[in-house]
């Protein structure tokens, strides 16, 4: 890897642009969110930029929809070679912008080279259809083809894997993708593309455009006709913007939106097994993932068991320094965050809800693992995605009332329930408007699976063979034979 991992010298990256250096441009500065300090200097890039950008990855497409599946697969199977080499400066840069514990961040390489690898084979299996025929002088069939130049908009909780889950199948299917990184972790989005050019890929395929404040780069490429898909992962409120805004120019949308998962835990749960299922949950990533359990369900006859150990579980969690291999939970990622994590704590304390973990006060963006219980459904907590290490606990008496709480919600990303009844597990899951439902499973994610939820948390599928669809259309050609 050539460029360098961000430190205290904060070093310079360019932009990812075919035909553009943005060397002389304007920059903005990355700062550690566990420490507050520069670690890096990026390109602040504007509208021109971003036109350049549209150019560059026309002309892409044009080049790289001519390629056959089996070339795109074999550099698509390089650039995962090439990622995997480069694990362990992925990892410690995701760990330094982003504040994930390092040794989550070592995960977060696999799981996001995984889809790299999943998409190059999928790659070789976009099959079309021969249908039959009701005039015997025709042929029917159905092609799969790019839908052309792709906008992808992606956050900082997953600087790798919400990339490589978008760029891996629209590159796999002929596709040339702009990525448009979080303002809070671009390092990773640059290095990804710096990879995939050392491994030989066209520069205009696969771009990468930073910006401080990236209303103006949005606006270019939302309202650019050659632009055909967008593909976001962010909040409700600006994926229903982009949904909007995409009607000008019939997009293709994929939105993977916020969540509010619920956790239903049944009182004939193996309750060991269920804390360390909601611990997974609930805290990987410090609490801020789309699909982290916002609320714990338990049913009365567990509740006081299944608290207490849940609570003294959340209090032996290392918090710390996201390079120190000990650490479990690090730094929420932003001011905003830690503000918002900690004003649901104190809405629900406020409100009549008991803190069962130590209040400890932690320095910087961190926020103490906290379990709540005596939560009522007006906190703040049981209405918002909370994106932070808090785990409120609500007690149920039975399986109606439980599913009938979980459902009533705007949100439907993922859902979990523990129980070792196989009739209830079919019952609930079929019951439950989540996109994803984990059955004794707190961690479903997978590069082989649908990824994507229903209501206010999205449209459309990322991972699996769904996943590549979203970057095809479909072309009818009836053939009138002999003429
Ligand atoms: C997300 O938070 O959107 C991604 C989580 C996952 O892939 O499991």
Request: proline fraction near 7%; hydrophobic fraction near 45%; include cysteine.
């Amino acid at each position: 890897m050539s460029l360098p991992v961000p430190s205290a010298s904060a070093p310079f990256y360019p932009a990812a642009i075919a035909g553009h250096d943005s060397e002389a441009g304007a920059r903005y500065t990355v700062r550690s969110p566990a420490t507050g300090e520069p670690i890096a200097e990026v390109a602040d890039c504007g509208a021109e930029v971003a036109q350049v950008a549209a150019d560059s990855a026309q002309r892409g497409f044009e080049q790289w929809r001519q390629t056959t599946p089996f070339e795109r697969a074999a550099l698509l199977k390089a650039w995962h070679g090439a990622m995997l080499e480069a694990k362990e400066t992925l990892a410690l840069t995701m760990a330094r912008e982003m504040g994930k514990p390092i040794r989550e961040a070592r995960g977060e390489v696999d799981y996001a080279a995984g889809f790299i690898e999943w998409f190059a084979e999928q790659a070789k299996r976009i099959d079309g259809d021969i249908l039959p025929s009701p005039h015997p002088e025709k042929r029917l069939s159905v092609l799969r083809q790019p839908v052309g130049p792709v906008f992808a908009i992606t956050p900082w909780n997953f600087p790798a894997a919400m990339i490589t889950r978008k760029v891996a199948p629209g590159l796999a299917a002929g596709c040339s993708v702009i990525v448009k990184p979080a303002e809070q972790t671009p390092i990773t989005a640059l290095m990804l593309a710096e990879l995939w050019r050392q491994v030989g890929g066209p520069a205009e395929v696969f771009q990468v455009i930073t910006a401080e404040r990236p209303a103006a780069i949005s606006e270019v490429l939302m309202a650019d006709a050659r632009i055909r898909k967008l593909t976001f992962t962010g909040s409700t409120p600006v994926g229903k913007r982009l949904y909007a805004q995409s009607a000008a120019t019939m997009k293709r949308m994929s939105l993977e939106l916020g969540g509010h998962a619920p956790f239903l835990v049944f009182d004939d749960a193996d309750i060991d097994a269920a804390v360390t299922e909601v611990m997974a949950s609930k805290f990987r990533n410090g609490g801020q993932t789309c699909v982290c359990t916002n609320r714990i369900y338990v049913q009365r006859g567990i509740f006081d068991a299944f608290a207490e150990r849940l609570a003294a579980a959340a209090a032996a969690l290392a918090i710390g320094d996201p390079e120190d291999e000990a650490t479990q939970v690090g730094p929420l990622v932003s001011q905003a965050g830690r503000d918002k994590a900690q004003a649901h704590i104190d809405d629900a304390l406020a409100k009549g809800a008991q803190r069962l973990t130590p209040a400890l006060s932690v320095d910087g963006l961190y926020v103490a693992p906290t379990v709540l219980t005596g939560v009522t459904p007006e906190m703040r907590i049981m209405q918002e995605e909370t994106f932070g290490p808090v785990a409120p606990l609500i007690v149920f008496d039975d399986e109606a009332e439980a599913i009938a709480a979980a459902n009533d919600t705007p949100f439907g990303l993922a859902a979990y329930l523990w129980t070792r009844s196989l009739g209830r597990a079919a019952r609930v899951s079929e019951a439950l408007d989540y996109g994803i439902v984990g059955v004794n499973d707190g961690a479903p994610s997978v590069p082989n699976a649908p990824f994507g939820g229903v209501k206010d948390s999205g449209l459309g599928r990322e991972g699996g063979h769904y996943g590549i669809d979203e970057y095809l259309d479909c072309k009818f050609v009836s053939t009138r034979l002999d003429r």
